[in-house]
């Protein structure tokens, strides 16, 4: 359809026709037909019909630049980025798509974007462009830790979905399990209790997180125990959840030294689940003394011994003797020093007493764990102390460094040497995981939740947290950047806010630079525009005022 514009003299007189027609098609002919005569109509009227006939497909052309409000709106680069990810992965679907889904999805990307309290999710949702992306309606901080009581109870649930979504019929047979600990600030915390810390944080109540994972360390589920659970007290639940919610039969079950221990395997087996793990070092020195293998059969070189239906895979690694040997003479050194120091604060304070020194040199050698070989005496002047090194106990002390034993009840034509020493090492993934919860920018440290159901739901959300995070690991890795770095530069993206008359609209500008490449590497692609919605994210609470008024 078009305007066809015709000029005409006649009399010295111009005249000029406007008439509306289209074209059409009879057989192999183009025709014209004429719709309307528009000649009765003003110039600026011809002139808008032709305007908007030419704009037809994108009548917002149409609209004059004074028309148009604009400033800077949100960020939107990093949570568009966040939330496809989600979506490919089945977090999306897995969490629900009615509001405490998406309270719950906006926690796992906030945790992602810049892990804090609940109070500091919703400060950063001020930031981001939540209720375009997400379609959230208004919130604080009380709804965001009532949703972590929903989690918490729909954690099963959730889980569930996501093993379905992740292996759906093609289920894996391996799972590696691992726990760890995270210190508490305070002292309210509902499973907060005192135990074997391996962050050294002494005085500081705990809580044990116990993390099962897939053969390729992509996270399943996650437990929250008391401070004070041993290691071997998490098993339990792990092959319930693995018998019952995942309704799995044929599993292997692979778990560090200190975790399956007799009374674990027994119920491994009670189950039909088989078990990878490690023996310790004295378990190693028994089975020596009872012949089951040999000191020589630990080489470079993987070697197995069966006896009993296990099989035992032992190796040395030269890399690890030498750091042992290395750090077992900086600690001679340190004993060497301090007992010369001490000598000569003997010789310099003649009413020191001997035995003082004595005890607190013996004391010492005893921290660093060298009073197994390294005996404390009295110096022949009776004046002095003196080490005396049992070379026989340092032979058999060194004996062992480096040498590690792999046991499991596997049968070879099911794994061979090589897959089971590999499937062992593969626990080197949830202790990745961990070093992400607790040291990397997720920090899980639930210092600002108290309650059972708070703390469930936000280890929770942390385990959720780290499946995007690993998945922009896997994205980015070639960039030669942290996710952290790279959140942090899609974060600068924001949005621009477009008003023509009562209606507005976010244009996103297109991405350049690293934040260009950052989003093709995780193959997302931001849209031109996202609706512009409005919603009240505002804390009820204020953050205590640190600002010192100057006189």
Same mark, same amino acid.
Request: a positive charge; hydrophobic letters at 40%; charged letters at 25%.
């Given at each position: 359809?078009?305007i066809?514009? #015709?000029?005409?003299?006649?009399?010295?007189?111009?005249?000029?026709?406007?008439?509306?027609?289209?074209?059409?098609?009879?057989? /192999?002919?183009?025709r014209?037909?004429?719709?309307?005569?528009?000649?009765?109509?003003s110039?600026?009227?011809?002139?808008?019909?032709?305007?908007?006939?030419?704009?037809?497909?994108?009548?917002?052309a149409?609209?004059?630049?004074?028309?148009?409000?604009?400033?800077?709106?949100?960020?939107?680069?990093a949570?568009?980025?966040?939330?496809?990810?989600?979506?490919?992965?089945?977090?999306?679907k897995?969490?629900?798509?009615?509001?405490?889904?998406?309270?719950?999805?906006? /926690?796992?990307?906030?945790?992602?974007l810049?892990?804090?309290?609940?109070?500091?999710?919703?400060?950063?949702?001020?930031?981001?462009?939540?209720?375009?992306?997400?379609?959230?309606?208004?919130?604080?901080?009380?709804h965001?830790?009532?949703?972590?009581?929903?989690?918490?109870?729909?954690q099963?649930?959730?889980?569930?979905?996501?093993?379905?979504?992740?292996?759906?019929?093609?289920?894996?047979?391996?799972?590696?399990?691992?726990?760890?600990?995270?210190?508490?600030?305070?002292?309210?915390?509902?499973?907060?209790?005192?135990?074997?810390?391996?962050?050294?944080?002494?005085?500081?109540?705990?809580?044990?997180i116990?993390?099962?994972?897939?053969?390729?360390?992509?996270?399943?589920?996650?437990?929250?125990? #008391?401070?004070?659970?041993?290691?071997? /007290?998490?098993?339990?639940?792990?092959?319930?959840?693995?018998?019952?919610?995942?309704?799995?039969?044929?599993?292997?079950?692979?778990?560090d030294?200190?975790?399956?221990?007799n009374p674990?395997?027994e119920?491994?087996?009670?189950?039909g689940?088989?078990?990878?793990?490690?023996?310790?070092?004295?378990?190693?020195?028994?089975?020596?003394e009872?012949?089951?293998? /040999?000191?020589?059969?630990?080489?470079?070189?993987?070697?197995?011994?069966?006896?009993?239906?296990?099989?035992?895979?032992?190796?040395?690694?030269?890399?690890?003797?030498?750091?042992?040997s290395?750090?077992?003479?900086d600690?001679? #050194? #340190?004993?060497?020093?301090?007992?010369k120091?001490?000598?000569?604060?003997?010789?310099?304070?003649p009413?020191?007493?001997?035995?003082?020194?004595?005890?607190?040199?013996?004391?010492?050698?005893?921290?660093?764990?060298?009073?197994?070989?390294?005996?404390?005496?009295q110096?022949?002047?009776c004046?002095?102390?003196?080490?005396?090194?049992?070379?026989?106990?340092?032979?058999?002390?060194?004996?062992?460094?480096?040498?590690?034993?792999?046991?499991?009840?596997?049968?070879?034509?099911?794994?061979d040497?090589?897959?089971?020493?590999?499937r062992?090492?593969?626990?080197?993934?949830?202790?990745?995981?961990?070093r992400?919860?607790?040291?990397?920018?997720?920090?899980?440290?639930?210092?600002?939740v108290?309650?059972?159901?708070?703390?469930?739901?936000?280890?929770?959300?942390?385990?959720?947290?780290?499946?995007?995070?690993?998945?922009?690991?896997?994205?980015?890795?070639?960039?030669?950047?942290?996710?952290?770095?790279?959140?942090?530069?899609?974060?600068?993206?924001?949005?621009?806010l477009?008003?023509?008359?009562?209606?507005?609209?976010?244009?996103?500008?297109?991405?350049?630079?690293?934040?260009?490449?950052?989003?093709?590497?995780?193959?997302?692609?931001?849209?031109?525009?996202?609706?512009?919605?409005?919603?009240?994210?505002?804390?009820?609470?204020?953050?205590?005022?640190?600002r010192?008024?100057?006189?």
């Open positions: 359809m078009y066809d514009t #015709s000029k005409s003299v006649q009399n010295g007189k111009t005249y000029v026709r406007h008439l509306l027609r289209e074209n059409y098609r009879d057989g /192999q002919m183009v014209h037909r004429t719709i309307a005569n528009l000649s009765h109509c110039a600026e009227e011809i002139a808008a019909m032709k305007l908007a006939l030419q704009h037809k497909d994108n009548l917002s149409l609209v004059s630049v004074e028309d148009i409000a604009t400033e800077e709106g949100p960020r939107v680069g949570a568009i980025c966040l939330y496809t990810i989600a979506r490919r992965l089945g977090l999306v897995a969490l629900g798509e009615d509001r405490q889904g998406q309270l719950a999805l906006w /926690q796992v990307i906030a945790r992602v810049d892990h804090g309290s609940r109070l500091s999710a919703v400060r950063l949702a001020q930031s981001h462009s939540v209720g375009a992306i997400l379609e959230l309606d208004s919130f604080n901080e009380d965001l830790y009532r949703n972590l009581a929903w989690l918490a109870e729909e099963e649930e959730i889980e569930k979905r996501l093993f379905r979504q992740r292996y759906g019929k093609t289920v894996p047979q391996l799972f590696l399990y691992d726990v760890t600990s995270s210190y508490l600030e305070g002292v309210k915390n509902a499973y907060g209790a005192f135990g074997y810390n391996r962050d050294g944080k002494k005085g500081k109540l705990q809580i044990v116990g993390l099962l994972t897939g053969p390729d360390g992509h996270p399943l589920a996650v437990r929250v125990f #008391s401070g004070n659970t041993t290691d071997t /007290q998490t098993v339990a639940e792990q092959v319930q959840l693995l018998a019952g919610s995942f309704g799995i039969s044929d599993v292997v079950l692979v778990g030294r200190g975790m399956l221990k674990q395997l119920l491994l087996n009670g189950q689940f088989q078990y990878i793990t490690a023996i310790t070092k004295p378990q190693i020195r028994k089975l020596l009872e012949g089951i293998f /040999q000191v020589s059969l630990f080489d470079n070189e993987l070697g197995e011994v069966q006896a009993d239906g296990v099989r035992y895979i032992l190796r040395r690694n030269p890399q690890r003797a030498e750091e042992i290395q750090n077992c003479s600690k001679m #050194s #340190s004993l060497t020093a301090l007992v120091k001490q000598n000569l604060y003997l010789a310099e304070h009413k020191a007493k001997l035995e003082t020194v004595l005890k607190k040199v013996a004391l010492y050698a005893e921290k660093i764990k060298l009073n197994r070989w390294v005996q404390v005496d110096g022949p002047d004046r002095s102390i003196v080490l005396q090194v049992d070379r026989e106990a340092f032979e058999r002390e060194r004996l062992l460094d480096g040498c590690y034993v792999i046991k499991t009840d596997v049968p070879a034509a099911q794994a040497t090589g897959a089971i020493h590999d062992y090492k593969d626990l080197t993934q949830v202790e990745r995981a961990f992400t919860f607790k040291n990397g920018h997720l920090e899980i440290q639930p210092t600002f108290v309650t059972d159901p708070s703390t469930r739901g936000h280890v929770f959300v942390v385990m959720l947290a780290y499946i995007l995070e690993r998945e922009l690991d896997r994205c980015w890795r070639h960039l030669d950047l942290t996710v952290a770095e790279g959140i942090d530069e899609l974060g600068s993206i924001r949005g621009v477009l008003t023509i008359g009562n209606s507005s609209c976010q244009k996103i500008p297109a991405p350049t630079g690293i934040g260009k490449e950052l989003l093709r590497s995780a193959d997302v692609t931001l849209p031109k525009v996202i609706p512009h919605r409005k919603i009240q994210v505002a804390t009820r609470r204020k953050l205590p005022s640190r010192i008024r100057m006189k």
